[in-house]
Antibody, heavy 126, light 107 residues
Framework: EVQLVESGGGLVQPGGSLRVSCAAS????????MSWARQAPGKGLEWVST????????HYADSVKGRFTISRDNSKNTLYLQMNSLRAEDTAVYYCARNLGYCSGGICYSGPWDYWGQGTLVTVSS | EIVMTQSPATLSVSPGERVTLSCRAS??????LAWYQQKPGQAPRLLIYGASTRATDIPARFSGSGSGTEFTLTISSLQSEDFAVYYCQQFNTWPYAFGQGTKLEIK
């Protein structure tokens, strides 16, 4: 059974840093691209970042580029999101998700996402 | 950057009714479009990908159609467990974007 379990959320002051983690099990972690998405309280979903299975390719939303870093440790089956220079608008539930591995017309995409964790709440406030 | 627009924002429907949700992309995303369902306090659940392919264990009452810039999600006969928020997402071009969601509520 595929499981994704986030941890590391909490309260942090504006300008501070936090690292959230996602422990994966039930599939070959190193073969799957992974992503982070977030959802501010009462709002919709926002894609944050994506990393390939090897970790060699990463993508970021403009809203977090230069402040957040996605990484993975395939020996530990764990995905990370290092968040620096946090702002109030970064307050959200952060979800990790697994890339389905969808390919069409000879191109393989980093979406959609077939398994999601339960999320971890990050609150940025003084 | 591709913008995804869903309509309507809220839809009041009765159980057993057929409902169609719309999603429009600001430029072509080919068929690289997914639909997710999210219930309060839960993570999103993948329903449809490739615009029309049902994900694993998704009931046949859910169907998707469209390509390019116009997409629809149809639920043929609403069940009580279908009342939720539905999001479309394009994964054709970075940055991947979600629509703002359509909330299905009980009439």
């Amino acid at each position: 059974e595929v499981q994704l379990v986030e941890s590391g959320g909490g309260l942090v002051q504006p300008g501070g840093s936090l690292r959230v983690s996602c422990a994966a099990s039930g599939f070959t972690f190193s073969s799957s691209g992974m992503s982070w998405a977030r959802q501010a309280p009462g709002k919709g979903l926002e894609w944050v970042s994506t990393i390939s299975g090897s970790g060699g390719s990463t993508h970021y939303a403009d809203s977090v580029k230069g402040r957040f870093t996605i990484s993975r440790d395939n020996s530990k089956n764990t995905l990370y999101l290092q968040m620096n220079s946090l702002r109030a608008e970064d307050t959200a539930v952060y979800y990790c998700a697994r890339n389905l591995g969808y390919c069409s017309g000879g191109i393989c995409y980093s979406g959609p996402w077939d398994y999601w964790g339960q999320g971890t709440l990050v609150t940025v406030s003084s | 950057e591709i913008v995804m627009t869903q309509s309507p924002a809220t839809l009041s429907v009765s159980p057993g009714e057929r409902v169609t949700l719309s999603c429009r992309a600001s430029q072509s995303v080919n068929s690289n479009l997914a639909w997710y369902q999210q219930k309060p306090g839960q993570a999103p659940r993948l329903l449809i990908y490739g615009a029309s392919t049902r994900a694993t264990d998704i009931p046949a009452r859910f169907s998707g159609s469209g390509s390019g810039t116009e997409f629809t999600l149809t639920i043929s006969s609403l069940q009580s467990e279908d009342f939720a928020v539905y999001y479309c997402q394009q994964f054709n071009t970075w940055p991947y974007a979600f629509g703002q969601g359509t909330k299905l509520e009980i009439k």
